[in-house]
């Protein structure tokens, strides 16, 4: 003969295993928001720490440099030329960094400084250039160094009252030469027109 449980034991024993099987999803729930996720686990290793990726820039340079007197014209370019001294040193324990230049040409002078500051949260450099002449900051530039130390550098700012893009972009060239370019784009970044080029040698 079959024994048949009694249906209000049946129901009770059913209420416990429910109510069990609710407490362990709270408590699953509960913990799951301590544990990294693997997105976030690969995100925050995926930030390149370059703190140092100026520290083989830091001294005295003689440079040399060309710049397009009448960017996005559409005249033919107009090139000066000039040449001088660039330093650069360190701030905050190297953790940012000064440029000092000061160039001279035909046409006049170039003086003016760009801080370097380094965000170790998003791994990234912004560059701000103030000119002598008149004591303002430009717009700054956002970027990084790549994994063959090459830095490219992005914003936005306003040429005659136009906006534009700025893509500046630093080469090492070898432990006594580097190069540096600037860009100006009209257009969203389809082309882009080169206003600045400079060489620098250690001293």
Not at 14 to 30: F, P
Not at 44 to 67: L, N, P
Not at 130 to 154: H, I
């Amino acid at each position: 003969m079959t024994q048949t449980m009694p249906k209000v034991q049946w129901k009770g024993r059913q209420m416990l295993r429910l109510r069990n099987h609710l407490m362990a999803l709270s408590i699953g729930v509960a913990i799951a928001p301590l544990q990294p996720t693997a997105a976030q686990t690969q995100a925050s290793t995926s930030i390149r720490h370059g703190q140092h990726d100026f520290d083989w820039e830091i001294g005295t340079w003689t440079t040399k440099v060309r710049v397009l007197r009448n960017p996005l014209s559409g005249k033919p370019p107009e090139w000066a030329e000039y040449q001088g001294t660039s330093v650069v040193k360190p701030l905050m324990n190297g953790r940012w960094n000064l440029v000092e230049l000061s160039v001279a040409g035909p046409t006049g002078t170039i003086e003016g400084g760009a801080l370097r500051l380094y965000n170790p949260k998003s791994g990234q450099w912004s560059l701000n250039y103030a000119s002598l002449g008149n004591g303002l900051l430009t717009a700054p530039v956002y970027g990084s160094f790549d994994g063959r130390g090459v830095g490219r550098f992005y914003g936005s700012d306003t040429l005659d009252g136009r906006a534009i893009l700025v893509r500046f972009v630093i080469t090492p060239k070898s432990a006594s030469q580097a190069e540096f370019e600037q860009a100006y784009s009209a257009d969203g970044g389809v082309t882009w027109e080169t206003n600045w080029f400079a060489t620098d040698t250690r001293r």
